[in-house]
């Protein structure tokens, strides 16, 4: 990965890509005696090379205008490209760094690959390897090849919001921690590319402020969504050490027995919520910003389109932060559903180290909005080679944008409007109750006299209202079995619910499909026979005369 961002010319850099795949393939399959990573890393390592094919095309045809692979002389040579080709190098780059990236429908290889790799490689693969993809593309698009169509933009916004909702869609009807998180991969990085498809229509648009703005928001999520989703993933980590399960509907009770990773989790919940003031409050409003602002500064088809951008990003922020009650709810509130949960320890300090360590960076880079902003608004204006000079500005913690519609934003003040209420709440209630006497009880249990966890609301209950809103997306199918010892007496009930993977069905089986048979075909040309092959090489022989005595 380091090399990915060190490279100064394409050669370089496809090699230190092709080394990052063929790396993180192994570390994959770590657990190589298990079926399903196999499958796993089988299915990441072909959808990676897919998409090296795609930028390996793409530098090649960059390569045939400059005669050099540096990255200067490419950028040089951009210029004299046709705006034909430019647009297909655009395609080609799009495809590329979305495979890495997980934007959909090539996101197929995520929640695949993240749960079976161990933890801790999964909060790298899912915090900064799929980053590379989105330094790729500001590095080719934005830097080297330059925005030369609106409809770039637009594309790039259009997957991003599908991205988002797609994501956050499947996360909400998952069990499993760690293929959740993968999802909420998918609707990170459509909110990253919503940000930086924003900027490339506001940079045709000959909009700069909103450009880069845009961009801001773009890059903080980036760094954001590193942050929190890493820890995220350390969380299930150690929550898999503790209880040796991932399945939401076997965990519970574990904020009594596992206090500093509740309190880890429940951190980079409400970040990957976009609860103020933490880190991903800042950049995804931002990014809301710079999608009002543009859609107030544009007209006709692209105020519709950026304002239901908007709204797309607001229903993801909605979603996601239901699928977290979920997630934090079930797992840590609720009572245990297992012995293995009932038995459940801290984990080592090693462990909480790297937690706590990541969920102060959370609560830092929400509450350092302003500098960081700042610091982003250079490296912004040299992505999208502009230079502006009174574009942001400091004012006592509150970041101004200067241009015809001013926002402000000081993290700092909500979270002492917070702390306030909070204080102002508690002198109220102790003043209140002082003087009374409080009786401390169980919670009412609706008259049971024991509740138990099969009482309490499961992940698959929580989730069902929207497997029914987003059922035409979702395609969600019931299957119940009956076992009966007579006719009028049922021993034993199962209900079983599941959803159809849409871009499985109609996307990749027909594709793998017409592989396979298109494999049983061909496979007949291996004969076994000597005579066969050696007429095979004179044929491809004679092919080749014929081919070069055309030229």
């Known amino acids: 990965m380091l090399g990915v961002v060190t490279a100064n010319n394409g050669f370089f850099?496809?090699?230190?890509?092709?080394?990052?795949?063929?790396?993180?393939?192994?570390?994959?399959?770590?657990?190589?005696?298990?079926?399903?990573?196999?499958q796993a890393g089988t299915i990441y390592i072909i959808m990676t090379h897919i998409g090296t094919t795609f930028i390996t095309a793409a530098i090649l045809m960059l390569f045939n205008y400059s005669n050099s692979f540096d990255f200067i002389a490419l950028q040089n040579a951009a210029e004299l490209i046709p705006s034909g080709t430019k647009n297909l190098i655009f395609l080609f780059l799009l495809v590329g760094f979305g495979t890495k990236a997980g934007i959909v429908p090539l996101h197929i290889w995520l929640p695949y690959a993240h749960p079976q790799a161990p933890s801790h490689i999964s909060s790298i693969m899912s915090g900064v390897m799929i980053k590379t993809a989105i330094y790729g593309l500001l590095r080719f698009v934005f830097i080297i090849l330059g925005i030369n169509a609106l409809w770039w933009g637009v594309?790039?916004?259009i997957l991003a919001a599908i991205s988002c909702i797609v994501g956050v869609v499947y996360a909400l009807i998952e069990h499993d921690i760690k293929k959740l998180l993968a999802y909420h991969s998918v609707e990170n990085i459509g909110i990253i590319l919503l940000g930086i498809g924003a900027s490339m229509i506001f940079l045709k648009m000959n909009i700069p402020s909103l450009a880069i703005l845009a961009l801001i928001a773009g890059l903080y999520h980036l760094i954001n969504h590193a942050i929190f989703k890493s820890l995220l993933f350390l969380c299930a980590g150690s929550i898999y050490k503790a209880t040796g399960s991932l399945d939401i509907e076997k965990l519970g009770g574990l904020?009594?027995?596992?206090?500093?990773?509740?309190?880890?989790?429940?951190?980079g919940a409400m970040a990957i919520s976009a609860l103020p003031p933490l880190n991903g409050f800042v950049s995804e409003w931002l990014t809301l910003q710079a999608l009002f602002l543009g859609a107030l500064n544009s007209s006709g088809f692209l105020r519709v389109f950026l304002g239901i951008a908007a709204a797309s990003l607001a229903l993801t922020g909605g979603l996601a932060a239901a699928c977290f009650v979920k997630a934090f709810g079930i797992t840590f509130l609720s009572l245990s559903r297992s012995k293995k949960a009932e038995e459940a320890v801290e984990v080592p300090f090693s462990m909480k180290f790297s937690m706590v360590f990541l969920s102060i960076l959370a609560v830092l880079f929400g509450l350092l909005a302003s500098p960081i902003v700042k610091y982003l608004s250079h490296l912004s204006q040299y992505i999208a080679n502009i230079h502006l000079n009174t574009s942001f500005a400091l004012n006592n913690f509150t970041l101004i944008i200067q241009s015809k519609n001013p926002i402000y934003l000081s993290t700092p003040l909500i979270l002492l409007l917070f702390l306030l209420i909070i204080t102002i709440a508690y002198f109220i209630i102790h003043k209140t109750l002082r003087s009374n006497k409080v009786a401390t009880n169980k919670t009412w249990d609706c008259g049971y006299y024991n509740l138990t966890p099969r009482c309490e609301y499961t992940a698959t209950g929580f989730s069902k209202p929207f497997r029914l809103a987003f059922s035409f997306f979702l395609l969600p199918q019931t299957k119940t079995e009956k076992v009966k010892?007579?006719?009028?007496?049922?021993?034993s009930f199962k209900h079983e619910v599941s959803t159809i993977p849409?871009?499985?069905?109609?996307?990749?089986?027909?594709?793998?499909?017409?592989?396979?048979?298109t494999a049983k075909i061909t496979r007949k040309l291996q004969s076994g026979s000597i005579n066969v092959y050696i007429a095979y090489i004179f044929a491809t022989i004679l092919l080749l005369i014929i081919f070069m005595g055309k030229f």
Do not use: G, Q, R
């Not at 904020?255 to 951190?267: D, E, G, H, N, V």
């Not at 010892?485 to 021993?491: E, K, L, P, W």
């Open 13 to 38: 850099f496809l090699i230190m890509w092709e080394l990052m795949s063929l790396i993180s393939y192994f570390l994959v399959v770590f657990d190589s005696k298990k079926s399903k990573s196999i």
């Open 155 to 157: 594309l790039v916004i």
């Open 255 to 267: 904020i009594k027995k596992m206090p500093y990773t509740t309190a880890c989790f429940l951190i």
């Open 485 to 491: 010892d007579s006719f009028y007496h049922t021993t």
């Open 502 to 517: 849409l871009f499985n069905k109609y996307i990749y089986d027909p594709i793998l499909d017409l592989i396979m048979k």
